[in-house]
């Protein structure tokens, strides 16, 4: 018997013979989506070609972060568009209780992704140890200041790097709900990615996820892929349990630069 006829004859016995002994009934069996290769269409982006943030668009976050023992407080004063690029900058200076500040820039639910979309970021990271770039998808419950509890996972990290480690990204996807979630990670570190811009992309699949750096493919997960709407995140943290705190060599600015960023959808298949 096909599976998924057994399946429901199980829960509804009296339709599949249980009840009545001359009562029949032919299940239609669906069949299988056919995946076709992506085609993608832009669907929304930001060149940060005005002359201010686009509130529309986009959060600039303020607050002393509560996660991962981080030591920034994230303010407004730290975001900005110059030539062309939005600018996170990371400061040694007293702020809300903290020794450091820096910027955190999210969509919240003003846009967002999921599954059959890809996100492109065009960025110049920063350096220096206890320096943490990232740009990333999360659950749009997620406010950038505190923990996201049963709200998260889901989360795909796109360009995430040590600043002590600043030419291997890492590219990792979690699954389940906290405590009990799971993940994933690659890394890539076949360049210099410190000495300019690089492309970032994730393209968001229902059987895999796959990342590449400057249109190369880095890695591919087909393994409990994640689910969900998903918020972008482009930020830098200072401190905390990725790559420790700053030391007497970690120099001040820090600039986490984007040049663009771009979401596309796949108008070949159906999510």
């Known amino acids: 018997m096909n599976r998924s006829a057994a399946i429901l004859c199980v829960a509804g016995a009296w339709a599949c013979g249980g009840g009545s002994s001359d009562t029949h009934v032919t299940l239609p069996i669906a069949a299988p989506l056919v995946a076709r290769q992506a085609k993608w269409a832009l669907d929304w982006s930001d060149e940060f070609?005005?002359?201010?943030?686009?509130?529309?668009?986009?959060?600039?976050?303020?607050?002393?972060?509560?996660?991962?023992?981080?030591?920034?407080?994230?303010?407004?004063?730290?975001?900005?568009?110059?030539?062309?690029?939005?600018?996170l900058r990371s400061q040694q200076r007293p702020m809300g209780g903290r020794a450091y500040t820096s910027g955190e820039v999210r969509s919240g639910t003003k846009h967002t992704a999921r599954l059959g979309s890809a996100v492109e970021w065009r960025t110049q990271i920063p350096t220096g140890k206890g320096i943490w770039p990232a740009n990333w998808l999360v659950n749009t419950p997620c406010d950038g200041i505190n923990g996201c509890g049963a709200n998260w996972p889901p989360e795909i990290d796109v360009m995430e790097l040590r600043g002590s480690q600043?030419?291997?990204?890492?590219?990792?996807?979690?699954?389940?709900?906290?405590?009990?979630?799971?993940?994933?990670?690659s890394l890539y570190g076949g360049t210099t990615l410190s000495a300019g811009y690089h492309t970032y992309r994730v393209e968001w699949f229902a059987d895999s996820v796959l990342w590449y750096v400057d249109g190369t493919q880095r890695a591919k997960h087909t393994s409990n892929v994640t689910f969900g709407t998903l918020q972008l995140v482009m930020n830098t943290a200072v401190g905390g349990d990725f790559?420790?705190?700053?030391?007497?060599?970690?120099?001040?600015?820090?600039?986490?630069?984007?040049?663009?960023?771009?979401?596309?959808?796949d108008t070949a298949n159906v999510y």
Not at 65 to 70: D, K, L, P, Q, R
Not at 173 to 181: D, I, K, L, S, V
């Open 243 to 265: 790559d420790g705190d700053p030391t007497s060599s970690t120099v001040f600015p820090q600039y986490h630069r984007i040049d663009y960023v771009r979401v596309y959808r």
């Open 166 to 185: 600043p030419d291997i990204n890492l590219m990792t996807h979690w699954w389940g709900t906290y405590p009990n979630q799971g993940h994933e990670t």
């Open 49 to 87: 070609d005005e002359a201010a943030l686009d509130t529309t668009k986009w959060i600039a976050v303020e607050g002393a972060s509560n996660v991962n023992n981080e030591r920034e407080y994230y303010t407004p004063s730290d975001v900005y568009l110059q030539n062309g690029s939005l600018v």
